[in-house]
């Protein structure tokens, strides 16, 4: 668990996954909501943890990009029932956030 710890390291795993090498700016876009800061970190953490490759080109203007390891295949695959789990339950799941989120208002509420 340590290994995908994190908000964004199983969207960048699942991403770059997807289509063999992946370019930064590719992810970027693809993981919505992270700061570059963020992303720049998790993906440094997956390449110390060998799960993701950095190909760094040595070009001007600088190219590098993203793939998975052996071993970051297998990590993506084994994530894969639960996001299965997550597409089949997503609405049982957005009701329960959104009525933890009331839960969250209403404390706030009463202590103000």
Known sequence: ???????????????????????????????RDVSDKVLIQQLKELEADGLVKRTDYKE?????DY????????????????????TEHMAEVSRVFAERATWTRRGRQSTG
């Open 67 to 86: 793939s998975l390891t052996p071993l970051g295949h297998s990590l993506a695959q084994a994530l894969v029932p639960l996001c299965t789990w997550g």
């Open 60 to 64: 001007v203007p600088p190219r590098v």
């Open 1 to 31: 668990m340590r290994v995908v710890s994190g908000k964004w390291k199983p969207l960048i795993l699942y991403f770059v996954a997807q289509g063999g090498p992946t370019r930064y700016g590719e992810l970027r876009r693809a993981v």
